[in-house]
């Protein structure tokens, strides 16, 4: 039988057993201006969508009929190009609710952002672009719930650390079959460095470091032909937040001489700094304005309704350097920050208003204690780059949503390769009743080489509920009476054929609204 391109079905057509096209190009789709050279089919990052309000969701696309070109640019000419897209309540694009052109231009790579505004609240839309005689892929989108709305449910999903090179992407498949309303994506989309493990199962063919603007063009868009990638990118809204490899492994703050915690690394250009978030942006369905230089404007909330807010934050560019291995004395420092001044206020000041059921912090780094010892006293296992390594700012967040009744506060994170469930505390060493509860995804690929603690350091971190050291993502359901996780893990991220791959709830807890902490499901 023969494969039929499934480019011809989007356009609307068929095509005979012969191959011989039976429909004509609509309308809407252009010819190649003067000014615009013919160009292959430039969709092969695919589409995206982000950061939903209750009238309006971010598109995404970006050119690139060969993404992988050395200069970064996809193989595109240095010209400007017009892109058309629209917006359709049913899939067939028969009832168009919005539509516009737009220009994609070359500093840019070529990427679209577009603010699709106009739209019903809490409702799923269909989209897609168009570019000369060419159309995208479809995606899925849906807008917000409107901000005095009571949502009887929403269903979303944390993932986090995907590199490449070592593993397939198939964590993915099954999230965007699990069809959430929302993705959110915490840290570490690409990888700055390329692996050494001996476990790598596909090759990384761009530079072994990327430290140019054109280097981190083209390592995104490899990770962004992916199928899976662009599969779950395309099924529902993500809103994303950047950790330190879009950067560089344990980046810290805006000083241009701060370096990795491990003696020796080198320092870190402003120069680089403005290429990775540039290229970052690029890349991401965001309503973040642009990056003009080595700073970006990326913590940011929005509401779902009365059900659910989120604050997504920003540990990265604000934070004091990490504190080197050993230094209890600095890391217990009561001035220190992982957040910056104006973000803690900014935070403080949100969570004094609670326009919504359910507070979630989206973020970076593991949050509550993991003192494998228990003793107060020696800081040797702290990790330096988490929240253990600013526990002042720590206390005063994690103090101030108690001082502020904030009922039901609970912290996503990514970062760690590995699946955790905590209660989060006031005091880790005196323990007492939960205040808030995080929930740690493990990486989509990213290996985490070393075993899970064993019972013995467990048994000294009685506020960690679960740990899990395979791939996979985080699902959550959220209700007005309850929220519901389960710990998703596949079982391979070596194994190509996803026929021969399957995915697992791996624990499973709840949160009742009004009292804090984990419960058994």
Known sequence: ???????????????????????????????????????????????????????????????????????GLGGMPSVNFTVSWEVSSDSNFTSIVASDTTI???????????????????????YRFKAQNHISEVGRTRTAPAL?????????????????????????????????DLVL????????????????????????EVDTLAQYRQRYAQYRTDPDLKNAHAAAPWSVVFDDHEVKNNWAGNDPTATSPEPGAPPISL?????????????????????????????????????????????????????????????????????GGAQEQWLLDGLSTQPSTWDFLGQQVFFASRDGDGDPATCSDWSTDAW??????????????????????????GDEHRHWAANLLLDY?????????????????????????????????????????????????VTPSQLVSEWIAISSAFEKNLANVTAS?????????GVPGLQSV
Request: proline share 7%; aromatic share 12%.
């Open 1 to 71: 039988m023969r494969k039929v391109n499934r480019r011809l079905f989007l356009l609307g057509g068929a095509v005979t057993a012969g191959g011989t096209a039976l429909w004509t190009v609509p309308s809407w789709v252009r010819s190649a201006s003067a000014a615009e050279p013919v160009i292959r089919y430039p969709f092969t990052l695919g589409v995206a969508s982000g950061d939903p309000e209750p009238d309006s969701v971010v598109l995404w696309t970006r050119l690139a009929p060969a993404p992988l070109n050395g200069d």
């Open 104 to 126: 994609a231009v070359p500093d840019e790579a070529h990427s679209v952002h577009v603010v699709a505004g106009g739209l019903q609240p809490d409702a799923w839309y269909y």
């Open 148 to 180: 005095d709305a009571y949502p009887s449910s929403l269903k979303f999903a944390i993932a986090s650390c995907q590199r490449w090179e070592q593993g397939w992407y198939h964590a993915y498949r099954y999230l965007a079959n699990d069809a959430p």
């Open 185 to 208: 994506f915490l840290g570490d989309y690409i990888y700055e460095t390329l692996s050494s493990a001996p476990t790598d199962v596909r090759d990384c063919t761009i530079t072994d």
């Open 271 to 339: 120069a680089r700094k403005g290429y990775a978030f540039r290229a970052w942006w690029e890349n991401t369905p965001t309503r973040i304005p642009q990056p003009t230089g080595p700073s970006i404007a990326a913590y940011r909330r929005f509401q779902w309704g009365t059900l659910a807010r989120f604050h997504m934050l920003d540990t990265r560019q604000f934070r004091d350097d990490q504190a080197l291995d050993g230094g209890c004395s600095v890391m217990r420092s009561t001035t220190r920050t992982i957040t």
């Open 388 to 413: 253990d390594g600013y526990a002042a700012s720590r206390q005063r967040i994690t103090q101030g949503w108690v001082d502020r009744g904030v009922r039901n506060p609970v912290v996503l994170t």
């Open 429 to 477: 060493y005196a323990g007492g009743r939960p205040v808030g509860t995080e929930f740690v995804t493990s990486s989509i690929s990213s290996l985490n080489p070393d075993p899970d603690p064993d019972v013995s350091r467990m048994s000294r971190m009685p506020h960690v509920r679960y740990i899990g050291n395979r791939r996979g993502y985080v699902r959550c359901t």
């Open 505 to 513: 709830v791996m624990a499973r807890y709840a949160v009742v609204e």
